[in-house]
């Protein structure tokens, strides 16, 4: 692991003297106040349908064709012949909606097929809605055509358009914000974080020149550093890991923060959120996360007078997508247990699966606070969400010491996990002052497993409902070294689970300490 994490920091080291070389001929990389190619009468951009077509169906093309490569390896997910008897019976009755039996890894990617096909007309001049729309005539097609042997999964339908609907447009905001800046890594981490616009914004450049958008408030960093975790549900034998994370934020009001009076109904995006991040051990990767938030359609009310004294208040709509999986430790835990191969008798009891998750806060109201002091600033956020939810139960591990789950629905017999609902509420902060930066936040997710939907739903006798909750928090102080883009970081994070199947209760706490450097990029 040393010699790994040696390379990494040779890496990062080169990463960040690039970034630095770069940022020194161009110092309003990361100046949230910066002059820019901003106007109140913006170049009216025309949308491209007949592109947006093609880069459709190619998009669907090349899944389509990869799906039909190893459709023999999906047997076991085939219901239905191509009757008039069949696909009636899958297309008009309950028989062909159900939840899918998919293992976790394979579900949890819908979101960013979703992703894809919102990027594509949000890259052709599509605004947000008609790109959902886009992603959700994608879901179908392949529901309905592409695997018409199979059941039309419910948990697809959301996961796809719905979760791609933030991570699409988080994605397409990081990638539009770093194709407007000068320098080789900006233009790679603006065909990284979206392709699809950035070849798009290539071939367009002479219609429509790519300048730098201006946005009201920002933070970009990528993150170094070393993370040590405790509790009872964190690896006390590997408790000392490496920790990345790629973090964008924006407000993407550019009058946000800016000294007047503003009143006014937005009907575009206010604020996006790209977050990726995993701790690495001797294991490998020991968790890995991302989380996107998007809002759209919002009021802004501010004011600020000359000596930046004042308030802004966004009251908007946001969706956001939230995944997050631990290192499985069994076989099991993962996709190379077939569901009806057999294997199902032979896995250990009591199981041992591994905390994993995939959220979609498919929407909800924000408020969206700040005061504004001179060289103080501090926003406070206050959010709540209706969820759909693939979730590992917490406490089926120790259901099973006691008791046969055999008859258990299909994904948490074969993969600890099952489809649920319920809802997300946080209150958060971040600040500023002078060279100092905090932020902090405390989220509570409470869910309900769905009843009566399993693909097999036939073979269950024992569809009991689950219960599983999960509080988060995390507090994080910063100091920004002077005149560089470096920072300074101090962490702490924590995770609090419990599950519940009948009066049967378990509860893990996970605590990290994480330390190290960010680049502001």
Not at 69 to 83: L, M, P
Not at 113 to 134: D, E, M, P, Q
Not at 285 to 307: C, P, W, Y
Request: charged share 25%; aromatic share 18%; hydrophobic share 35%.
């Amino acid at each position: 692991m040393k010699k790994q994490l040696i390379l990494v920091l040779i890496l990062f080291i080169f990463l960040t003297g690039l970034l630095a070389k770069e940022n020194k001929k161009k110092k309003d990389s990361i100046n949230l106040s910066a002059k820019a190619s901003f106007s109140k009468n913006p170049i009216k951009r025309k949308k491209k349908l007949g592109r947006a077509t093609l880069e459709f169906f190619g998009l669907m093309g090349y899944w389509q064709t990869r799906y039909w490569i190893v459709y023999t390896d999906y047997i076991e997910d085939w219901q239905f012949e191509f009757t008039l008897k069949d696909q009636t019976k899958r297309l008009f009755t309950s028989e062909g909606y159900r939840l899918d039996s998919n293992c976790y890894s394979l579900n949890w990617l819908h979101s960013i097929a979703g992703a894809g096909f919102y990027t594509v007309a949000r890259s052709n001049y599509y605004g947000w809605l008609k790109s959902l729309l886009f992603s959700t005539l994608g879901s179908a097609y392949w529901e309905y055509i592409v695997e018409w042997r199979e059941v039309i999964s419910f948990n697809d339908m959301i996961i796809t358009p719905i979760g791609g609907l933030s991570f699409g447009e988080s994605m397409f905001q990081t990638s539009n914000y770093y194709s407007g800046k000068d320098g080789f890594i900006n233009k790679i981490l603006s065909f990284v974080t979206s392709p699809i616009s950035r070849v798009n914004k290539w071939f367009d450049r002479k219609t429509y020149p790519i300048t730098q958008q201006e946005i009201g408030w920002g933070k970009f960093d990528i993150l170094l550093g070393y993370e040590k975790t405790s509790g009872n549900d964190s690896d006390k034998e590997n408790n000392s890991l490496f920790n990345f994370s790629f973090d964008n934020r924006q407000i993407i009001i550019p009058e946000y923060g800016k000294i007047g009076k503003y009143n006014e109904n937005i009907k575009k995006t206010l604020y996006s959120r790209l977050k990726f991040s995993f701790s690495y051990g001797k294991h490998g990767v020991e968790r890995f996360s991302i989380f996107t938030k998007a809002m759209f359609l919002g009021l802004f009310d501010q004011s600020i007078n000359n000596n930046h004294k004042g308030y802004s208040m966004i009251l908007g709509l946001a969706s956001r997508f939230d995944f997050f999986k631990k290192r499985g430790k069994t076989f099991y835990d993962s996709c190379d247990v077939e569901v009806d191969d057999g294997k199902s008798l032979e896995l250990e009891s009591p199981r041992a699966f591994t905390d994993k998750y995939t959220v979609v806060n498919v929407a909800g109201p924000v408020l969206n606070y700040t005061f504004f002091n001179k060289d103080f600033r501090v926003k406070f956020e206050i959010e709540g969400y209706f969820d759909f939810v693939m979730i590992n139960s917490f406490a089926i591990n120790k259901y099973s010491k006691f008791f046969d789950i055999s008859k258990v629905k299909t994904t948490l017999l074969y993969y600890g996990y099952y489809y649920g609902y319920g809802y997300t509420t946080e209150f958060g902060f971040d600040g500023e002052y002078k060279n100092l930066n905090f932020t902090g936040n405390i989220r509570y997710s409470s869910y309900r497993s769905i009843q009566g939907m399993d693909r097999f739903q036939d073979r269950i006798s024992d569809d009991f409902l689950l219960k599983d909750t999960i509080l988060n928090y995390s507090l994080e102080l910063g100091y920004k070294i002077k005149n560089t883009d470096f920072e300074i970081f101090l962490s702490l994070k924590s995770r609090n689970r419990y599950g519940k199947i009948f009066s049967l209760t378990d509860t893990g706490n996970e605590i990290r300490f994480i330390t190290g450097l960010k680049i502001n990029i």
